[in-house]
């Protein structure tokens, strides 16, 4: 009980999990070099020590114990800003863990078709809490044929469903994909991927359980080799979670740790609520990566003596007006904060989804004028082996030269960064991940359209043109 340490996230790894990467059983993930650098990130989340992190990664339950603010319920303005706060101070596992808060936003209405899930949810919620758990969000299902429902598929399998239930519990068998960090967590967490219909009841299933549980298999997949160098990697060679391909296979999960089995009415609010968490986080993450890509333009404009002409002042002012608009919206999201009849607040779900769809949509024409003020270094810029090479050492700083108030070694990199950042491995990684994580375009129009108060708009039309009801 109560929160844990470095070491004990690590030896917490070693507990029979079957995991795999690159085709190989990993028996130890500890000792795998593609996850140290995930597991550095994950373990540093359970430093609570440091007094400059501390008031913001702890806080005091109702128990009088100490917890990860990561489980911290917000009732209050503060609370919204300190958990902000947080994701700033965090890499690694904790981030998705914000399931639980999902969980917890939709627990009142859960309880009103099954008071059991209800205490279902609060009781892995406190085990999670006072044990100092992680746990990821497995929503993603494998879904086939995506023109048919899950009832019409050729396999039924392609979407997680119940295929048996009985006195200890259901048991469960399908996949979720595109689960991050999901070798790393102590919990996986399933909830339904979208609204279920009558005679969908197999697929309307929600629990959360160990990952070591007999049957679940992870197959893993990085965008980061593990040997890279820090200095042609300045961001990749510190961050990286591989992508977990979660199996489920007749997978028994105990009725206490059942938050959904055959209700598909709950389905579609319950993959709403983890929706709404885990979009928060994106448009954080954007907030912080648009501000990043500013000052990325603007130091390699400098280094390069280009940073006064006009057309990249232009492009400087269109990186800005979206990193503001990005940040206004998170902003307007968290002062505007919506209340559960339990006193739980969240942010206002219309301005996350904005604010993620505007990202979403314009992260490409971002990167794209910041490639076009860089230019081809940003792909062709010599490695580090190279520029420590004696025969091309010489040669290479003198033709990377611009004036003696830049070094040679910065403008390097700046541009190691940008190409890591937008261009390589991870880049790639971003560029698809920034539409989809959290739900592709789509998702965030659809709820923009349901929660948006067209009512109100449309009596305003009527007024001004003069038509009475």
Same mark, same amino acid.
């Given at each position: 009980?109560?929160?844990?340490?470095?070491?004990?996230?690590?030896?917490?790894?070693?507990?029979?999990?079957?995991?795999?990467?690159?085709?190989?059983?990993?028996?130890?993930?500890?000792?795998?070099?593609?996850?140290?650098?995930?597991?550095?990130?994950?373990?540093?989340?359970?430093?609570?020590?440091?007094?400059?992190?501390?008031?913001?990664?702890?806080?005091?339950?109702?128990?009088?114990?100490?917890?990860?603010?990561? $489980?911290?319920?917000?009732?209050?303005?503060?609370?919204?800003?300190?958990?902000?706060?947080?994701?700033?101070?965090?890499?690694?596992?904790?981030?998705?863990?914000?399931?639980?808060?999902?969980?917890?936003?939709?627990?009142?209405?859960?309880?009103?078709?099954?008071?059991?899930?209800?205490?279902?949810?609060?009781?892995?919620?406190?085990?999670?809490?006072?044990?100092?758990?992680?746990?990821?969000?497995?929503?993603?299902?494998?879904?086939?044929?995506?023109?048919?429902?899950?009832?019409?598929?050729?396999?039924?399998?392609?979407?997680?469903?119940?295929?048996?239930?009985?006195?200890?519990?259901?048991?469960?068998?399908?996949?979720?994909?595109?689960?991050?960090?999901?070798?790393?967590? !102590?919990?996986?967490?399933?909830?339904?991927?979208?609204?279920?219909?009558?005679?969908?009841?197999?697929?309307?299933?929600?629990?959360?359980?160990?990952?070591?549980?007999?049957?679940?298999?992870?197959?893993?997949?990085?965008?980061?080799?593990?040997?890279?160098?820090?200095?042609?990697?300045?961001?990749?060679? !510190?961050?990286?979670?591989?992508?977990?391909?979660?199996?489920?296979?007749?997978?028994?999960?105990?009725?206490?740790?059942? $938050?959904?089995?055959?209700?598909?009415?709950?389905?579609?609010?319950?993959?709403?609520?983890?929706?709404?968490?885990?979009?928060?986080?994106?448009?954080?993450?954007?907030?912080?990566?648009?501000?990043?890509?500013?000052?990325?333009?603007?130091?390699?404009?400098?280094?390069?003596?280009?940073?006064?002409?006009?057309?990249?002042?232009?492009?400087?002012?269109?990186?800005?007006? !979206?990193?503001?608009?990005?940040?206004?919206?998170?902003?307007?999201?968290?002062?505007?904060?919506?209340?559960?009849?339990?006193?739980?607040?969240?942010?206002?779900?219309?301005?996350?989804?904005?604010? #993620?769809?505007?990202?979403?949509?314009?992260?490409?024409? =971002?990167?794209?004028?910041?490639?076009? =003020?860089?230019?081809?270094?940003?792909?062709?810029?010599?490695?580090?082996?190279?520029?420590?090479?004696?025969?091309?050492? #010489?040669?290479?700083?003198?033709?990377?030269?611009?004036?003696?108030?830049?070094?040679?070694?910065?403008?390097?990199?700046?541009?190691?960064?940008?190409?890591?950042?937008?261009?390589?491995?991870?880049?790639?990684?971003?560029?698809?991940?920034?539409?989809?994580?959290?739900?592709?375009?789509?998702?965030?129009?659809? =709820?923009?359209?349901?929660?948006?108060?067209?009512?109100?708009?449309?009596? =305003?039309? #009527?007024?001004?043109?003069?038509?009475?009801?």
């Amino acid at each position: 009980m109560g929160l844990k340490n470095p070491q004990w996230y690590r030896d917490s790894l070693r507990d029979g999990r079957r995991i795999y990467i690159n085709g190989e059983s990993i028996p130890d993930i500890n000792e795998n070099d593609w996850f140290k650098v995930a597991i550095k990130n994950g373990a540093e989340d359970y430093n609570y020590t440091d007094p400059a992190t501390r008031p913001i990664r702890v806080y005091e339950t109702e128990d009088g114990t100490e917890a990860h603010r990561i $489980f911290k319920v917000p009732t209050s303005l503060d609370d919204l800003d300190k958990r902000i706060a947080l994701t700033d101070i965090t890499s690694g596992v904790t981030g998705v863990t914000a399931v639980l808060m999902a969980l917890y936003n939709i627990k009142d209405d859960v309880a009103k078709v099954n008071g059991q899930y209800a205490e279902n949810i609060e009781r892995v919620y406190k085990y999670c809490r006072d044990n100092d758990l992680r746990a990821d969000q497995c929503i993603t299902d494998a879904k086939g044929d995506r023109s048919r429902h899950p009832k019409d598929q050729d396999d039924p399998d392609l979407y997680l469903r119940i295929v048996d239930r009985n006195a200890d519990g259901i048991v469960v068998r399908g996949a979720k994909l595109h689960i991050t960090s999901a070798s790393l967590v !102590h919990e996986q967490t399933v909830m339904p991927t979208k609204a279920m219909g009558p005679g969908e009841e197999q697929w309307s299933v929600s629990f959360s359980i160990p990952t070591n549980t007999p049957g679940i298999k992870i197959a893993n997949r990085a965008y980061a080799r593990p040997d890279l160098s820090p200095v042609d990697y300045p961001h990749s060679s !510190h961050h990286n979670s591989p992508e977990g391909f979660v199996i489920f296979e007749d997978v028994l999960v105990p009725w206490d740790r059942v $938050f959904l089995a055959g209700e598909y009415q709950l389905a579609g609010p319950l993959a709403q609520s983890l929706g709404l968490w885990e979009r928060i986080g994106g448009l954080q993450a954007m907030v912080n990566g648009a501000k990043l890509m500013v000052g990325m333009a603007q130091v390699l404009t400098k280094y390069n003596g280009i940073n006064k002409a006009g057309h990249i002042q232009e492009k400087i002012a269109e990186m800005v007006f !979206h990193a503001e608009m990005l940040r206004m919206a998170l902003e307007h999201s968290i002062r505007n904060y919506k209340t559960t009849p339990t006193g739980m607040v969240y942010p206002d779900p219309i301005a996350i989804n904005v604010g #993620k769809y505007y990202g979403a949509s314009h992260y490409h024409k =971002m990167v794209g004028l910041l490639h076009d =003020m860089s230019g081809g270094l940003v792909v062709t810029m010599p490695l580090e082996t190279d520029l420590e090479n004696e025969e091309l050492s #010489k040669p290479l700083r003198k033709y990377l030269y611009t004036r003696d108030d830049h070094k040679v070694d910065d403008r390097v990199k700046m541009y190691n960064l940008i190409r890591d950042m937008t261009a390589d491995a991870y880049g790639g990684w971003k560029l698809v991940t920034e539409l989809s994580a959290g739900g592709g375009l789509a998702a965030q129009r659809i =709820m923009t359209l349901r929660g948006y108060d067209f009512e109100s708009a449309e009596k =305003m039309a #009527k007024k001004e043109a003069g038509i009475i009801d």
